[in-house]
C-alpha cells in the first residue's frame, strides 16, 4: 500500500522559509514523480513542483521559481521542498502526491497525503 505523509508545514511571516517533507512507503519509486500542491480555501488544487525520483529532474510552477527547492532522498525515501521568501498569497494546505510522470495536473497522480497547512503571516 502506497502511503505518502507529509510533515513541516506550520505558522511563518511573510519572506521567511519553510521546508516541507514527504516520506514515502510502500513501493519502489524509482520509476515514479512526486510532485507538491497546494490547495487554499475555495480554490482548485494548484502545481507547485515536482521532481523524478530515478533521474532527479525537477519542474516548477512559475509562480514559485527561484524561491522553492525540490529535492529528494533516496535513503529515507522522502522528498523535500524547501520554500523561501514566502508569501501570504502561498497559504495553504500543501500536499506531495506520486505517479508515473512528472505532470502538472492533479488527476494525473494516484495516491495523495493527508497534506499540511502553510500560513504565511502579513
Known amino acids: 500500500q502506497v502511503q505518502l505523509v507529509e510533515s513541516g508545514g506550520g505558522l511563518v511571516q511573510a519572506g521567511g522559509p519553510l521546508r516541507l517533507s514527504c516520506a514515502a512507503s510502500g513501493r519502489t519509486f524509482s520509476n515514479y514523480a512526486i510532485a507538491w500542491f497546494r490547495q487554499a480555501p475555495g480554490m482548485e488544487r494548484e502545481f507547485v513542483a515536482a521532481?523524478?525520483?530515478?533521474?532527479?529532474?525537477?519542474a516548477y510552477a512559475d509562480s514559485v521559481k527561484g524561491r522553492f527547492t525540490i529535492s529528494r532522498d533516496n535513503a529515507k525515501n522522502t522528498v523535500f521542498l524547501q520554500m523561501n521568501s514566502l508569501k501570504p498569497e502561498e497559504t495553504a494546505i500543501y500536499y506531495c502526491a506520486t505517479g508515473p510522470e512528472m505532470v502538472v495536473t492533479a488527476n494525473e497522480y494516484r495516491y495523495w497525503g493527508q497534506g499540511t497547512q502553510v500560513t504565511v503571516s502579513s
Open positions: 521532481i523524478r525520483w530515478s533521474s532527479g529532474s525537477t
